[in-house]
């Protein structure tokens, strides 16, 4: 029988670690709010000055005259990041399989500390090879077959370099979901015939199916922040980009490229704090709309 003092103590205790849990969660979503309300609070005297629908569908860009359209870096950044990760998911996607169904125990040794390299290297070492190799080759060789003329500095430049650097993220993820799918599953489907090929595609991918979305959600939020890397091979030009091999300007370049100027002008460094205010309610809008999208892929694909 246990004693009243014990039990009293137990219970203290569990009261404690709620209470430590609920603090915690509203400690982080305390400053979520605190980081998007210092964002309004800088960005209020571009926001007073001028019209939103103008800063965000307006792509002129003259801080000398008072002129501030984010459209093209907007743009810039939605598309550098969506072709990376339609570079990456593929790739990532069949590795991990392979890794994970199919691949010898020294070939999983020889690879994981390689995908942990990968993930350790600095942007501005990825920024540099894309500059290096990426850039050139798309100039002088990928280029010519679509195009009289590029520079190299454009979006494909910029969406290569992305997908190298979260392809390690995405395949260490994607390797933890496939490894989580029950075995009894796989010998199920086995039992009946499938093929190694079609388990993983019918069977694994299925039940791993919100896990993947869920990492392909934190995939992409990685890519739209990354900004030293894309700086160095979109070129940085100013222009809306109507194809993969035109120059482009995202929005962490325009940051990370203008903040010390910022003092020199006016309206510039709230027009800055404008584009990282935009960038927070972006990644916040597409999180809350692939959790409602996450949550209906669950109930829908339930084994």
Not at 84 to 100: D, Y
Not at 281 to 293: E, P
Request: hydrophobic letters at 55%; glycine letters at 6%.
């Amino acid at each position: 029988m246990i004693r009243l003092p014990l039990l009293k103590r137990r219970v203290l205790k569990d009261k404690t670690a709620r209470i430590a849990m609920r603090t915690l969660t509203a400690v982080s979503l305390l400053i979520l709010l605190l980081m998007g309300a210092g964002l309004y609070i800088k960005s209020a005297p571009i926001i007073e000055t001028h019209a939103i629908g103008q800063l965000l569908f307006d792509s002129e860009w003259s801080p000398l005259s008072g002129k501030f359209g984010f459209f093209s870096f907007i743009l810039s950044s939605v598309y550098v990041t969506l072709l990376s990760v339609c570079i990456a998911l593929p790739i990532s996607l069949l590795t991990a399989l392979f890794l994970t169904e199919n691949a010898k125990s020294w070939i999983r040794k020889l690879v994981f500390p390689v995908l942990d390299i990968l993930a350790g290297i600095p942007s501005v070492v990825y920024g540099v090879w894309g500059t290096l190799i990426i850039v050139p080759f798309i100039a002088d060789v990928l280029g010519p077959f679509f195009t009289d003329y590029t520079s190299g500095y454009t979006v494909l430049a910029g969406g290569i370099v992305l997908s190298v650097m979260i392809i390690p993220l995405m395949v260490s993820l994607f390797i933890e979901l496939f490894t989580a799918v029950p075995k009894d599953f796989k010998d199920a489907s086995a039992s009946l015939g499938a093929t190694k090929w079609q388990t993983s595609r019918l069977v694994v991918v299925r039940k791993a199916l919100p896990g993947i979305m869920a990492a392909v959600v934190l995939a992409i939020s990685k890519a739209f922040g990354e900004t030293l890397a894309v700086l160095m091979v979109c070129g940085n030009m100013v222009e809306t980009p109507r194809s993969l091999f035109d120059s482009c300007y995202p929005l962490p370049a325009l940051i990370a490229n203008n903040y010390g100027e910022m003092l020199s002008m006016p309206m510039y460094e709230s027009a800055l704090m404008f584009a990282a205010l935009v960038m927070f309610v972006i990644i916040l809008i597409f999180n809350a709309l692939s959790r409602v999208a996450l949550q209906r892929v669950e109930k829908s694909f339930k084994l």
